[in-house]
């Protein structure tokens, strides 16, 4: 526990720092597919954004997966709140089209 106050706090943020950073994940994407203003903008920033996932999953492939799945499930579902344009299916498929296509990137040095 964390001494906040001279008080123990009830929030511990060294053991369960993967919920705070999906909690900000999760606003980070809805604030981000929010500002877009159309659907094409909407769908750039989900693909981007993925394919930076895709990326980092090939990268990340035997080193704690669940926490960054964790946090990766967070964006997608803020980006699927924030997103006006789009429904949730099409940033889901976006998502997954994205995700595949960063993760074939890195798998065959393309942009090293």
Do not use: C, P
């Not at 929030?11 to 659907?39: C, H, P, Q, R």
């Not at 926490?67 to 699927?80: D, L, T």
């Not at 924030?82 to 296509?101: E, H, I, M, N, P």
């Amino acid at each position: 526990m964390i001494m906040i106050f001279g008080k123990k706090a009830a929030l511990n943020f060294i053991d369960d720092w993967v919920e705070y950073v999906s909690l900000l994940f999760l606003i980070l994407g809805a604030i981000m597919t929010f500002i877009a203003g159309s659907k094409v903008l909407s769908v750039l920033v989900v693909f981007l954004s993925s394919m930076i996932i895709g990326r980092l999953i090939y990268v990340r492939k035997y080193k704690h997966q669940i926490r960054f799945w964790i946090m990766a499930i967070a964006f997608v579902i803020g980006m699927a709140i924030g997103s006006r344009f789009l429904s949730y299916k099409v940033v889901l498929v976006t998502f997954v089209l994205g995700t595949y296509a960063g993760y074939w990137i890195k798998k065959h040095h393309i942009l090293d």
